[in-house]
């Protein structure tokens, strides 16, 4: 029995201390509702969000098209497995990524998943078939995902890596541009050629995986002349070049897929997740024929891999976000956001550099440690606003609010944020 005057959350909470595995971590934040940029815990408290799952609600929480999309196909069919019956909303969403992709390579295709880090494993599936190499190259500071092999390509050890190996074989790191830190492009390109000097034959490289903004990380947008040099290197060896937009991605940089804003680059394939399904889980790979097509039928799949709810979803989320009004929206919101992050970014020191791209946005702490960062969110927390820390010192505080966040909720939670650094 719980005391009376125990609140809904803290209920909720200690169940979930005494049922949920906690390895699992999640911080005080318990939902009951949520709506566009907001959130209401169970005993009415409202918080501005600008977490939204982690990038996954960058068309706000509930948008009342996709929430009628999914009515719609619950009251149709739940259900089917892709490799059981072809169904129709699966199809649309594979030809609406196909007019949406930036990859090269003519005629384009795409499978789906459920998560971020299955797409990131079927991509380096499809990479090896397409090339007949094994090897894949990863970077620092890079977020891939919890399985066995997106693990090994992530690239921070507590609390992702520490006591879960041994890892997948063949991944190699080099150094990823970090102007901040004095890497520059240059100096990541050189390492690169290092690596195939010293680690491995670059002939037996089937890809080189890159986040173009590092989102967990520390929200480290690529320099602008990155993504074309890193495709000449790749192109030079035969090695596919995959972008990993699961985070960056569904016009959170202000375009559909952050790639768009580099000159010269053309991924191979396109890995995405995250926002696409609208809150439903959704993720895939979008490439082009040639290499798309080396997987012989029945080496892709998974039962619930674009089931029917998150394809009608995703169609939701795309009619969205590719209306021009929504993308300038978005761009407007990262200028509001950049310009008073610089403001507070002024008045406080201890802040080293704000950085990113279009709404994909941070600080990050000039001291190498979590617990400002740590103090900032669990004080915004107090005061009504969600906010997440990143990097691979959990140095870095990252932005991610809905991109039709309005004005007045926007000017709300970076009012918070600002107080929650402390006079
Ligand atoms: C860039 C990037 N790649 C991969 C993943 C893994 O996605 P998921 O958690 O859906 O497996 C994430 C998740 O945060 C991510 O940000």
Redesign the pocket.
Known sequence: MQPTDTSAAERILADRARYVAPGMATPKLVVAHAEGARVTDPDGRTYIDFAGG??CQNTGHRHAAIVEAIKEQADRYLHQCFMIGTYEPYVEVCRRLAELSPCGGGEQRSILVN????A?ENAVKIARTATGRPAVVVFDNA????TLL?MTMTSKVKPYKAGFGPFAPEVYRAPAPYPYQGISSDDSIAALEHLFKADVDPSTVACVVL?PVQ??GGFLAMPPDYPEKLHALCRSHGILWVS?E??SGVGRTGTMWAVEQYAGAEPDMTVF??SIGGGLPL?GVTGGAEVMDTVPPGGLGGTFGGNPLSCAAALAVLDIVTEPEFLAGARELGETMRARLEEIAGRHPEIGEVRGLGSMLAFEFAERTPDRAKAVVDAAFERGLVLLSCGLYGNVIRLLPPLNTGPEELEEGLAILEESLGA
């Open positions: 982690i990038g998560s971020g880090a299955e990131i977020f891939h995902g919890r997106a986040e989102g967990e990993d699961i985070q997740g995250k993720a």
